[in-house]
């Protein structure tokens, strides 16, 4: 079993970046790794998968070009860098552990999430 602690989220102005941290308190290199979200008001999206080796990224429309999600198996961490940051990326944001092989942006396909961290982008 994997417990996931998502951190790094905050208060940021439009045109600004946040990284966040995906720490996990087991091995994640056996799991594909996601971010998703949840704007108030709306249901979880998926934002961002990779794989368990990191050889295959897979994006959202919303966020493609301007968050950049990666893992540090050595370290059992997952990150999202966002970049170029909207008022509408504002929204708590999971992290997600999956035993498919393959990337998913169903959530269904996940097993094991974080309690979330909130983001807010200011215009």
């Known amino acids: 079993q994997v417990q996931l602690v998502e951190s790094g989220g905050g208060l940021v102005q439009a045109g600004g970046s946040l990284r966040l941290s995906c720490a996990a308190s087991?091995?994640?290199?056996?799991?594909?790794m996601g971010w998703f979200r949840q704007a108030p008001g709306k249901e979880r999206e998926f934002v961002a998968a990779?794989?368990?080796?990191?050889?295959?990224?897979y994006y959202s429309d919303s966020v493609k070009g301007r968050f950049t999600i990666s893992r540090d198996n050595a370290k059992n961490t997952v990150y999202l860098q966002m970049n170029s940051l909207k008022p509408e990326d504002t929204a708590v944001y999971y992290c997600?552990?999956?035993?498919?092989?393959?990337?998913?942006?169903?959530?269904?396909?996940?097993?094991?999430w974080g309690q979330g961290t909130q983001v807010t982008v200011s215009s």
């Open positions: 990779i794989s368990l080796s990191g050889g295959n990224i």
């Open positions: 087991g091995r994640i290199s056996s799991y594909t």
């Open positions: 997600a552990a999956g035993r498919s092989l393959f990337i998913a942006t169903a959530e269904g396909m996940y097993d094991y």
